[in-house]
């Protein structure tokens, strides 16, 4: 059987993570509990209200209800969303500025689809979301790695010295997987300043994506700033994957700002890409379920609760990390290969994944959107393999 040459080299990059993810057995002892660290797939059940409108809509079947949508999904669901971002924003936002999309991963490859051309180039933040590079190189793009400071907070001058005529995009992830961290209102302006000085350099216009699948995920009293309201070239890519705790639901929406140039056009690229990748519509059901459901989210004290329990055991073992703005990892460095130290954490019956995976070696990310038991249990093997470790 042949396959696809990049798809091969694809695999074979990744083969660790397969390892990590299906094939444990190399490293945990049968006879340790095992205590799962790796995915953010949220153990906290939806809100009540998510339970009861998916009760009200499957109680009350109507014609075609589970037929095709349009392609950028049902208006009265774009409605809603477009309502909600005109109150947040103070903008004019309509339907015609939203399409719903198969989940925030869906949003991502539909922009990319509809914007790129063949070497254009992506500008992503170190430490990223681990598909960021193969989402850009399924639309023929090319992902360019930017460094964030030893924080976390944005190196602006590093962003200059990668944006070149071929930078057609900037993805910013914020709050930011794996590292939790939130990017200031401060440092947003001065990325868009740059993004303006190039654009008028270049006679281009780049555009940012704003990836906000953590945007209801945070912790402190942190506030989110305002993409909209600082960069018109802007196009969000959300989920209520995360504030509704239903990943596997796949449902989300892509926004375009009202002011960005030839809005109409990009909503008929972001369509037409909508229909080619094979998506076709956002799942129906769920359009119709997160219509009443804007602004509901989970019982973030759930999470931060977790985080501070997690948190201040690591700290007390000696891990070094900067403690979460918002969404549910923690980014902890290791001493030494973040491979190695994974792999003895497995051996521990701890999972969790090297910050090699999210170009940061010298990391472990640990999502705390598990079980409170699930942390208590692990605190031991964390802190036997931080020992063994020690100098």
Known sequence: MSISIKVKEGIAASSW???????????????KEVYDFRLGNPKIEPPLEFVEELKRAANNPFPEMHGYSALAGHVHAREAIAKTLSKERGLPFTAQHVIMTAGGAGALNII?????????????LSPLYLEYPYYIDNHGGVCCVVETNADFTLNIDAIAAKTTP???AIIINSPNNPSGMIYSDESLKSAARLLNEKNRQ????????????????VYDGNKIPDIFNIYSNTIFAASYSKPLSIPGERIGYAAVHPAIKNSGELMEALTFANRVLGYLS?????Q??????????VDRAEYQERRDMFCNALQDFGY???????????????PGDDLVFTQELAKEGVLVLPGKSFGRSGYIRIAFCVKKETIKKSLPGFKKVKDFFRP
């Open 202 to 217: 270049f006679g281009n216009d780049i555009f940012l994506i704003y990836d906000a699948a953590y945007q209801d995920i």
């Open 166 to 168: 071929r930078t057609k």
């Open 288 to 297: 119709h379920v997160v219509t009443n459901l804007q602004g509901v989210c």
């Open 320 to 334: 070094s990390f900067t403690r979460p703005m918002g969404a549910y990892y923690i980014f902890a460095e290791t």
């Open 282 to 286: 956002a799942p129906v059901l769920m």
């Open 112 to 124: 990319l689809k509809a914007i790129l051309n063949p070497g254009d180039e992506v500008i992503v």
């Open 17 to 31: 993570i397969v390892n990590i993810f299906e094939d444990r057995s190399q490293v945990v002892s049968k006879e």
